[in-house]
């Protein structure tokens, strides 16, 4: 008997050893994350804090600038479709921050609303940006307000998709994955083993036509956090608590701004997005019935055509004002 159970131990044994090494992920080189997911329209710049950034640069140079920056774990891929119908009419920079996407961050580089938000004044100095209308989901929409807020010289309009900054409650559902990152075990699996298992079915959860989410929007997503070192910046982060908004901070916001909010949104409540254009001074908010977390994706034609309504009215309406 102690035999049969010592092979039977043995057994298990080995295919845990199997199923770890077959589950296991190590980084991929940015040099192949480039020449698989860059666009003819990518550029890369070094700032001050060492942060190698990928943005991509759309549209006319003429023309007034929107600034589009995407939530934890994602990057500039998911605005696409608000790239292509915004650039006939503004000049569209789509940024990853660090440890997302195709941006290269230092080592030890420590993340927070601040720092991104830092880098983005670093980024529109280099690049000579007037000022511009800054678009954010989510977590980007968190360093959007963030910028709004501590560089108002340098924001002509405010546009918050779905954003985050109101306390952790806003969660109503939240994913696998944030849940997982909790516990030390669970940060450990993410930054070791192969998270397509529960990507997929986060990412379905974010939106409400779950036909977007294909294998290769999947794969994309995965593969890009595989990037050297985005793993210890993603893991080092806590989604919902890097960015805490406050009325006091908000209220104190001049740029005009635009609402926007998905009604299907399991992962930050519409109640999230009433709170911002209550507390944000002449904020409009418009909410989607039919749409979640990535308004983006899910009624790109309408929510897209509602950014440039708006970024064309103000544009309007400072045009009015005496010099």
Same mark, same amino acid.
């Given at each position: 008997m102690a035999a049969v159970l010592g092979v039977t131990l043995g057994v298990i044994i080995l295919l845990i050893i199997v199923a770890g090494v077959a589950l296991w992920r190590a980084d991929i080189p940015y040099a192949k994350l480039e020449?698989?997911?860059?666009?003819?329209?990518?550029? $890369?710049?070094? /700032?001050? #804090?060492?942060?190698?950034?990928? @943005?991509r640069d759309d549209g006319d140079p003429a023309k007034p600038v929107v600034m589009l920056v995407h939530g934890y774990g994602d990057s500039f891929l998911t605005w696409e479709p608000w790239i292509e119908r915004l650039s006939?009419?503004?000049?569209?920079i789509t940024i990853d921050l660090p440890g997302h996407g195709l941006t290269r961050a230092p080592a030890g580089y420590a993340p927070s609303a601040d720092a991104f938000a830092d880098e983005v004044d670093a980024l529109a100095g280099k690049l000579g940006l007037p000022p511009f209308a800054i678009v954010g989901n989510s977590m980007g929409g968190g360093v959007a307000w963030q910028v709004a807020s501590r560089y108002p010289a340098r924001v002509s309009a405010l546009v918050l998709v779905d954003a985050a900054g109101w306390p952790a409650s806003t969660l109503t559902k939240p994913?696998?994955? $944030?849940?997982? /990152?909790? #516990?030390?075990?669970?940060?450990? @699996?993410?930054?070791?083993?192969?998270?397509?298992?529960?990507?997929?079915?986060?990412?379905?959860a974010d939106v409400v036509h779950k036909d977007l989410i294909t294998p290769?929007?999947?794969d994309r997503w995965v593969e890009v956090q595989r990037a050297p070192g985005h793993r210890d910046i993603l893991m080092g982060m806590r989604p919902g608590e890097h960015s805490v908004?406050?009325?006091?901070?908000?209220?104190k916001i001049a740029a005009p701004t635009l609402v926007l909010h998905g009604d299907q949104d399991v992962i930050i409540?519409?109640?999230a997005g009433r709170k911002f254009a209550a507390a944000i001074p002449g904020a409009?908010?418009?909410?989607?019935?039919?749409?979640?977390?990535?308004?983006?994706l899910d009624v790109p034609d309408r929510s897209a055509s509602d950014v440039a309504a708006f970024l064309k009215s103000v544009e309007a309406s400072a045009a009015k004002e005496p010099a």
């Open positions: 020449a698989k997911y860059a666009r003819p329209t990518s550029k $890369f710049i070094d /700032l001050p #804090s060492g942060v190698h950034m990928h @943005y006939p009419d503004f000049h569209v994913p696998l994955a $944030f849940r997982i /990152l909790q #516990s030390p075990t669970g940060i450990f @699996y993410l930054k070791h083993f192969e998270t397509r298992p529960i990507t997929g079915p986060a990412l379905k290769g929007f999947v908004a406050t009325e006091a901070v908000l209220s409540q519409p109640e409009k908010l418009i909410t989607y019935p039919d749409a979640g977390h990535l308004p983006q």
